[in-house]
């Protein structure tokens, strides 16, 4: 809601005189600086430094990579790790973007050595490594631009691992369901783990927790897809998608766990298996009439949607209520 227009419709309704309005204005404090604003604009400031000054880094790397030898290149990298490391830790203005460098330093690190000595990891283990060393970093620091591309980072790990294990091919197959019932399982530990009571370990972590969700919707709807379409008979994938989907959106709907976008993100996933299966249905069992079956998947998928937004937001009207009637008691 715009604020500024909510007290002009107020004025209005109670014909307010100029001066009246002046004063009704001033006490909304429009006009005036916010209060956190020179706190947020310096750790902007900050954390925008670390991510330029980490990009002129690797770019004077590259620039100078060929001169250095591959003595000077790990001592480079490691030193890296090192001094942000420490200024994460000593200094706490700094903390924050000291982090985020060490965090990425650590992950080129890995990455130089595995393109040096051609170890024969699996990708997912490399990265499974770096979001495992550091995760204290991020317990450390305890701020959503760690955990973010934390988050990144390990669910990158839990993909290519269930790529790996299902013979490196994205395909359903009955065999192949635990190997994607462990991936959804990490993906939901995931998230649970940065919820909002484990707030008081891992901090804020708002857009995190919400790429994690998106992470697991996404991987969940592919699987599930894959089931439905990749396959003569359905498979079992499509079903445990639909049950995990519609549980995620009863959980998100409750007062407790709910969260607009992680709610939307998991309502439209549903939608879109439940409008796959209603087409595969009716393309399974139908003789012909190729655009008459469009139309009526494109009608019902619309009414689907519709019906889904409302219901969105109608819960969100209804929590919003809830939590105001809250403020007013206490």
Known sequence: MNLRLALYELARAHRLPATRMQTLFALAELDAQPSHLPQRFWRTVALLAAGLGGFGLVMWVAANWGALGRTGQFALLQGWVLLTALAAWRS??????MGLLCLLGTGALFAYY????????????????????TLPLCLGVRSDVLWFPWVMVTCSAISLWAYAHTGHRWLADNRDLPIHLASWGLGAMLVLALSPWAQRWVGTTHWSRRLAL??????????????LFLRSAVALHYFLGLVLMAGSSGLLMQRRWFDIVGLSTAVLCLDTLLVAGLAHFLFKNSGGDTMGLLLVIGLLAAGILAGSVA????????????????????
């Open 311 to 330: 219901w969105v937001m109608r819960r969100q009207n209804t929590v919003l209520a809830a939590v105001q009637q809250d403020g007013a008691a206490a």
């Open 214 to 227: 998106l992470a697991m919707a996404v991987s969940v709807t592919l699987a599930a897809l894959a089931g």
């Open 114 to 133: 595995g393109q040096t000595y051609q170890t024969g990891a699996d990708a997912w283990q490399l990265f499974a490594l770096w979001a495992l060393l």
């Open 92 to 97: 706490p203005a700094l903390r924050t973007p």
